[in-house]
């Protein structure tokens, strides 16, 4: 299905993705790195150990982009869409089927029908523009993951309806990427995919891993979180956006309104083992606020949370105490924590 050949790119700093990761220490094992342009984005992979794990993972990338991309035609997702459905298998349903139990826990907030509404604002597009109210009622007719049926291997689409992995497929290839490494022995390295990292194991020198986290005002570090084995994944509407007359317009839709969300949250870090878990929760807590994020919380396990609003106030959840460090301004800043008592 490969559509021509890929570039791999020279390395590029860090700086240019959503998170900015400190890859600091020592090994006898040498790293191995690989950056590549897939997915829309940027892509870092390093990994201490033998070049062909690296070389797995760029191959990872690419066979995730050509199955859960919904602008490629050849996709598994596109075909989906264009017949209203069919047969899938393999990492097409293992996915689709962790993406509706995502839907269903998070009320609809996650939404992978959310397509024509998406495309509808231009986000695909870059055609960009700010749809009528009846427009935008026709869409939401069309919308809604409970009307999607995944049985036996089979899906089924309303007439109308479009799916679209992309707020999930980053952190499912960030999964299967962490698997390969961990069973190839690698006991150190780095994912990261355009800012949705996954950390496999600790650094080369034992300690952890230490993910920065992008001030949604500012080009600067708002704070850093140090894990091991587990994903960071931020986001926010200062990443995808247009203005029209004055009011900014971001690229997270809200499935409820068919607008782009505006809950009164600036950025949204989760944490967590899971990165496909990770991934599809970041998105949905913007949509949820502050008052809903908190409710997911204490309503469920594997996950921690950082949340700025936009009043610069910044939350984090109890996990998060004494592992996550404000930088730069907002070390002045009351960080507030969330508790489940």
């Known amino acids: ?17 959503l998170l900015l990761t400190a890859l600091s220490g020592c090994s006898a094992a040498p790293a191995q790195t690989a950056t590549i342009f897939a997915m829309d984005t940027v892509m870092e992979l390093t ?16 066979e995730a982009e050509d ?5 490629d035609p050849d996709s598994d997702v596109a075909r989906l869409n264009a017949s209203g459905g069919g047969a899938v298998s393999g990492d097409t349903q293992a996915l689709l089927e962790r993406a509706l139990e995502l839907c269903a826990l998070t009320d609809g907030a996650l939404d992978i029908t959310v397509y024509p509404l998406v ?17 935008l009622a026709g869409l939401l007719e069309k919308t809604g993951y409970d009307r999607v049926r995944l049985e036996d291997g089979t899906v089924s689409l309303p007439e109308g309806s479009l799916l679209d992995l992309g707020a999930v497929a980053k952190g499912w290839t960030a999964d299967c990427i962490a698997g390969i490494w961990r069973e190839a022995g690698v006991k150190s390295g780095l994912i990261n995919l355009g800012g ?4 496999v194991g600790a650094k080369p020198d034992g300690s952890d ?13 708002m704070g850093a979180v140090r894990v091991r084995d587990a994903a960071v994944v931020t986001s926010g509407g200062y990443q995808r956006y247009f203005e029209e007359d004055g009011v900014r317009y971001c690229h997270i839709i809200d499935p409820k309104t068919g607008r782009p969300a505006d809950s009164g949250l600036a950025s949204v870090t989760v944490t967590g083992a ?15 606020g502050l008052e809903g994020a908190k409710a997911l919380w204490r309503e469920n396990g594997g996950f921690e ?4 609003t936009e009043e610069r106030k910044v939350y984090i959840t109890e996990g998060l105490e004494g592992v996550f460090t404000p930088e730069g301004s907002y070390q002045s800043t009351e960080i507030k924590v969330i508790r489940r008592g």
């Not at 949705?196 to 950390?199: C, E, K, S």
């Not at 949370?305 to 700025?308: E, H, I, M, S």
């Open 47 to 62: 990994a201490y150990g033998e070049r062909r794990c690296v070389d797995e993972a760029v191959s990872a990338v690419y």
């Open 274 to 288: 899971e990165g496909v878990l990770c991934d599809g929760l970041s998105t949905a807590v913007y949509v949820l």
């Open 67 to 71: 199955r859960f991309s919904v602008t």
């Open 305 to 308: 949370l950082v949340l700025v």
């Open 119 to 135: 495309r509808a604002w231009g986000f695909t597009t870059g055609q960009y523009r700010v749809p009528g109210g009846g427009e």
């Open 209 to 221: 891993w230490t993910v920065g986290i992008r001030d949604p005002f500012s080009q600067e570090l």
């Open 196 to 199: 949705n990292v996954m950390t």
């Open 1 to 17: 299905m490969r559509r021509g050949p890929r570039r791999a790119f020279p390395a590029l700093s860090l700086a240019l993705s």
